[in-house]
C-alpha cells in the first residue's frame, strides 16, 4: 500500500510566502514522478509543478518564477516553495505521485494525498 501526504498550508497574507511538503510512503519500488496539482473554488484541478526521476522540473505559466519545487535527500520527499503568493493561488494544494511498484512483475500507478488548504487573503 502507497500512501501519499502533504502538509503546510494555512492562511498567508497576499505576497507572502509558504513551503508546502509532500511524502511518499509504502511499498515503493521506484518514483516515476511526483507532482503538484491544486484546485481553487469552483474551479477544475490544475497542474502546478512536477519533477520527474531525472530531476527535471516543468511548471504551469501562472507560477513560474513565484514557486519552486525541490526533492528532499530521498526522492520520496518533494516540497513547493510558494513565493509572493496571490489571492488567486488559493486552492486545496494536491500531491500526485507515480510509483513503480511490485515485486516479480513491476507496473506503474499514480497516488493522490488528500490535499492541504492554501488560503492567501488580506
Known amino acids: 500500500q502507497v500512501h501519499v501526504v502533504e502538509s503546510g498550508g494555512g492562511l498567508v497574507q497576499p505576497g507572502g510566502s509558504l513551503r508546502l511538503s509532500c511524502t511518499a510512503s509504502?511499498?515503493?519500488?521506484?518514483?516515476?514522478?511526483m507532482g503538484w496539482y491544486r484546485q481553487p473554488p469552483g474551479k477544475q484541478r490544475e497542474l502546478v509543478a512536477v519533477?520527474?526521476?531525472?530531476?527535471?522540473?516543468d511548471y504551469a505559466d501562472s507560477v513560474k518564477g513565484r514557486f519552486t519545487m525541490s526533492r528532499g535527500n530521498a526522492e520520496n520527499m518533494v516540497y513547493l516553495e510558494m513565493n509572493s503568493l496571490k489571492a488567486e493561488d488559493t486552492a486545496v494544494y494536491y500531491c500526485?505521485?507515480?510509483?513503480?511498484?511490485?515485486?516479480?512483475?513491476?507496473?506503474?500507478?499514480?497516488?493522490w494525498g488528500q490535499g492541504t488548504q492554501v488560503t492567501v487573503s488580506s
Open positions: 500526485k505521485a507515480i510509483v513503480v511498484v511490485g515485486s516479480h512483475m513491476l507496473s506503474e500507478y499514480q497516488y
Open positions: 509504502g511499498s515503493i519500488f521506484s518514483i516515476s514522478s
Open positions: 519533477i520527474t526521476k531525472d530531476g527535471t522540473i
